[in-house]
């Protein structure tokens, strides 16, 4: 880190600055020395994959409709002894209940651009929506 004095130090101290390195600024310092085939070669990796989603379209490996059921603005996967039930309100799909054994969840798409501050609202719609039903 570097620091400076008062005005008043520097002046009792005949005008001499000081200067305090840490022990990374040195060790850059010492760097810049050396020549440059020492310096560490830079790998660029890929980044690192969302084991668990969400994934876009253009990510996901083989032909998306494989093994899965397409409801407009999400690809379902389909497994063994699952149960697919999907509410439509005019030509839209607009929630699918998803059912495995002793569990279900439902499924809904929303978009809304962040900056409006229209997702405050719609939090607390759904939330209503929920415990409206019983959830």
Do not use: H
């Amino acid at each position: 880190m570097f620091g400076r004095r008062k005005k008043n130090d520097s002046a009792k101290d005949g005008g001499a600055a000081e200067q305090v390195v840490d022990g990374a600024a040195a060790a850059e310092q010492d760097d810049a020395d050396a020549p440059e085939e020492a310096a560490p070669r830079r790998i660029n990796l890929p980044p690192a994959p969302r084991p668990d989603g969400p994934w876009d379209i253009s990510e996901v490996l083989g032909s998306p409709a494989d093994g899965r059921v397409d409801l407009g603005g999400i690809f379902v996967p389909g497994v063994d002894g699952m149960e697919l039930r999907v509410e439509v309100a005019g030509d839209a799909i607009v929630a699918a209940t998803v059912v495995l054994g002793d569990s279900a969840v439902q499924l809904q798409a929303f978009a809304a651009p962040k900056k409006e501050g229209i997702w405050g609202e719609v939090r607390d719609e759904i939330a209503a929506g929920i415990t409206q039903q019983g959830g």
